[in-house]
């Protein structure tokens, strides 16, 4: 029982640690300049649910506007239970472009959220954040974010309003997130013994 808590300590502290998992832009069909966009997701323990925390820290023009989240055995788990930031809701695009295949193998939509209404003009700006909080349903938190630092699912985000021009972006692991993983192992490993 104390290796479990302690494991789950461990990610939790972990997971706030690594900081936010960066997005790639993988659709830029104007060839705009992105060097300037910062955006992350990132995962919290919420006592029976998970909260993904989507945030903004662009040092230029660029809007998040919708959303999108991967299907995969983890998050078909997963229910909706409240949103929390700018006016977003549910909804949106149904997939992200299908370059996407290329580089992720998108697996469907599992839900996916806009700026509501009038996406620019309620986006997610240079500086605001959203969280996303999904309830548990009994699973772990330590296997959902083990699966989401893993990218065993991904969040697809739509931003706009860079000049004329939106790009697609994907969010992608870090260094970071594979050595907490590897933390979360040798802790799994002192569970077993």
């Not at 997610?124 to 909080?133: E, F, Q, Y």
């Not at 990218?151 to 260094?175: E, L």
Request: aromatic residues 10%.
């Amino acid at each position: 029982m104390k290796t479990t808590f302690a494991m789950t300590t461990l990610l939790s502290s972990a997971a706030a640690f690594a900081g936010p998992m960066p997005f790639m832009i993988f659709e830029n069909a104007d060839s705009v300049v992105t060097d300037h966009l910062h955006l992350g997701v990132e995962a919290f323990d919420a006592g029976g649910s998970i909260d993904f925390v989507l945030t903004n820290a662009s040092a230029g023009p660029g809007v998040i506007t919708s959303l999108l989240i991967e299907n995969s055995t983890v998050t078909s788990g997963l229910t909706f239970s409240e949103l929390i930031g700018p006016d977003w809701s549910a909804g949106g695009h149904a997939n992200p472009p299908g370059s996407i295949d290329h580089s992720t193998g998108w697996a469907g939509t599992f839900m996916s959220f806009r700026a509501d209404p009038s996406p620019v003009h309620n986006g997610l700006d240079a500086g605001d954040s959203l969280t996303l909080r999904f309830d548990l349903n009994g699973a772990s938190f330590a296997d959902a974010y083990e699966a989401f630092a893993n990218s065993d699912f991904h969040f697809v985000a739509h931003i706009q309003a860079i000049g004329a021009s939106s790009v697609w972006g994907v969010n992608v692991p870090t260094p970071a997130s594979a050595l907490m993983l590897g933390m979360a192992g040798i802790a799994a490993s002192w569970r077993r013994r």
